[in-house]
């Protein structure tokens, strides 16, 4: 199965699609795109109105990972509903909490 994630030195890169606007705040999955890449599915209650709804996913994915908020940033996919996010930290470590969401 693909990873939904980059490994780097500094941490890893993490493969988002993301639906704003839901009816819940949550991390779904998983999900083989029909391109054969792997995206980690996430949901958010928050409008795509300027940039709540980033916020909302940097938010929800920073409490699901344990991770702190200011280790991650958004760094591509502002306006997209795919996003790259970059989470600084130990890699190995942050893979493993990754593996642990199953596919969608």
């Known amino acids: 199965m693909p990873a939904c994630y980059r490994l780097g030195p500094e941490g890893l890169s993490l493969y988002l699609r993301v639906t704003p606007n839901a009816g819940r705040d949550a991390v779904e999955g998983v999900e083989i795109r029909d391109d054969g890449r ?7 209650r928050a409008v795509p109105d300027g940039g709540k709804a980033n ?42 909490r990754l593996d642990a969401f199953s596919i969608a």
């Open 38 to 44: 792997a995206v980690l599915r996430v949901r958010v």
């Open 55 to 96: 916020a909302a996913v940097l938010a929800l994915l920073a409490k699901a990972l344990s991770v702190p908020r200011s280790s991650m940033a958004l760094t591509s996919g502002q306006t997209s509903r795919l996003k790259t996010v970059s989470i600084a930290g130990d890699g190995p470590a942050l893979a493993h």
